[in-house]
Each structure stands twice: as C-alpha cells, then as structure tokens.
C-alpha cells in the first residue's frame, strides 16, 4: 500500500493513524500541496480532483480520506458490524467534510500553512461561527456518549478527531467544549495511537 500525503493535513493524518491502529504497513509519497505538487499532470492521473489524500492499493487508487477509512476499517472493530452502526459512522464522516472539514481545516490551512490570513479576513470571519456550530454539534452528542457510534471508538471517531484536535492552530477555543475535550483526550488513550506529527 502507498498513500500520497502531504504531512500535515488532517485529511492525511486520519489515514495514517488508523494504518498505525491496524498495525498495518504503508509507504508514504510526500506531494507538497503548497508548491502545486497535487495539480501537476503526472498527479493529475492519480486523482484527477488534484487532491491528497491517495491510498494505493494493488495498483487502485482511491481518493478521499474516508473512503480510505472505510476501506481500511471493512471487517474490523473500527468500524460497526451492524448496517445502522455503518450508517451512523458515514453520517458522522459526511457531517465532518460537510459542516466541519471546509471550516475548521480552511481556516487552519489558511493562518497557520498558506499565512494568508489576512488576505483571507472575510471569508475566515464568515466561516468562524460556522466552526464552531460543527463544535457545538460535537459537545452536545458527547454529553451523552464517549464515542460517536455505538459507545465505541471507530472511523467516525477518527474522521472527526483528526482536524478537531488541531482546530486551536486556526484560533478556534476549545477549552469552550469540556466534553469534547474530555473526548480528545480518549482518542488520544487509544492503542496505537500515533500524534499528526509522525
Ligand atoms: N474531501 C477530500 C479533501 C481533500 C483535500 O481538500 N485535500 C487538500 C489538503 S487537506 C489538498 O489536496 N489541497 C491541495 C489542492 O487543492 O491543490 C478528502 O477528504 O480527502
């Protein structure tokens, strides 16, 4: 398996923890995305949407790191046998690239990666309160639960982990979300746990 990243995007770091869980091998191929490496043609023939993640398997590529987790996750514990727990697990993964993912990983991408900040002043005050609505989703479901299917850690976990955990490098509050927090800090207790800096 290869999987095409660049290192710090959460989108990445998602795919690289759950390989890290399944104990599973995987080569990495490093495309800068801040010098066009993803929009050149050679990449371009991967993944024609000129976007990482791509995981490589048996020459297939896929792209969309949570196909990838779904992927990977298919016939064991991170992801629910049971065809409402597999539902749940995809509403949790269309909710994080919908209402999550282009605010949270936008504005991150944009202070603390692209330092376009200020050129990016409206768009990231117009997205700020559409963050933290994704963040105020999160804490009241986690007033209830531990994880978000079934009580039980899985993709749905890891999908929304990985760009939340980093969400104060783009100026979001955590410390606003105790339950969150308390669910970050779980995550993190996990085997095989593996930090985005690795
Ligand atoms: N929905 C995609 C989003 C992929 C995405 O937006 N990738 C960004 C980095 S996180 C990228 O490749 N940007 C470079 C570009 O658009 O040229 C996924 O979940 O994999």
Same mark, same amino acid.
């Given at each position: 398996?290869?999987?095409? &990243? $660049?290192? @710090?995007?959460? *989108?990445?770091?998602?795919?690289? !923890?759950?390989?890290?869980?399944?104990? #599973?091998?995987?080569?990495?191929?490093?495309?800068?995305?801040?010098?066009?490496?993803?929009r050149?043609?050679?990449?371009l023939?991967?993944?024609?949407?000129?976007?990482?993640?791509?995981?490589?398997?048996?020459? &297939? $590529?896929? @792209?969309?790191? *949570?196909?990838?987790?779904?992927? !990977?996750?298919?016939?064991?514990?991170? #992801?629910?046998?049971?065809r409402?727990?597999?539902?749940?697990?995809?509403?949790?993964?269309?909710?994080?690239?919908?209402?999550?993912?282009?605010?949270?990983?936008?504005?991150?991408?944009?202070?603390?990666?692209?330092?376009?900040?200020?050129?990016n002043?409206?768009?990231?005050?117009?997205?700020?309160?559409?963050?933290?609505?994704?963040?105020?989703?999160m804490?009241?479901?986690?007033?209830?639960?531990?994880?978000?299917?079934?009580?039980?850690?899985?993709?749905a976990?890891?999908?929304?982990?990985?760009?939340?955990?980093?969400?104060?490098?783009g100026?979001?509050?955590?410390?606003?979300?105790?339950?969150?927090?308390?669910?970050?800090?779980?995550?993190?207790?996990?085997?095989?746990?593996?930090?985005?800096?690795?």
């Amino acid at each position: 398996m290869r999987l095409y &990243q $660049y290192h @710090p995007s959460g *989108n990445c770091y998602k795919i690289r !923890l759950l390989l890290n869980q399944l104990g #599973l091998a995987c080569e990495r191929v490093d495309v800068d995305i801040l010098k066009g490496e993803s929009r050149t043609p050679e990449f371009l023939a991967i993944n024609s949407n000129g976007r990482i993640p791509v995981l490589e398997v048996d020459g &297939q $590529y896929l @792209p969309e790191s *949570n196909a990838a987790l779904f992927y !990977l996750a298919s016939g064991t514990p991170f #992801l629910p046998a049971d065809r409402m727990g597999q539902a749940q697990v995809l509403r949790w993964m269309f909710f994080e690239q919908y209402s999550h993912e282009p605010f949270i990983a936008t504005i991150r991408f944009w202070v603390a990666f692209q330092r376009s900040a200020e050129k990016n002043a409206a768009e990231i005050q117009r997205r700020r309160p559409l963050g933290y609505a994704a963040l105020a989703v999160m804490e009241d479901h986690l007033r209830h639960c531990d994880y978000f299917v079934n009580n039980t850690y899985s993709i749905a976990d890891i999908a929304l982990y990985a760009y939340t955990h980093v969400a104060d490098e783009g100026g979001f509050e955590l410390e606003r979300f105790p339950h969150l927090q308390a669910w970050l800090a779980r995550v993190q207790q996990q085997p095989g746990y593996l930090s985005i800096t690795d």
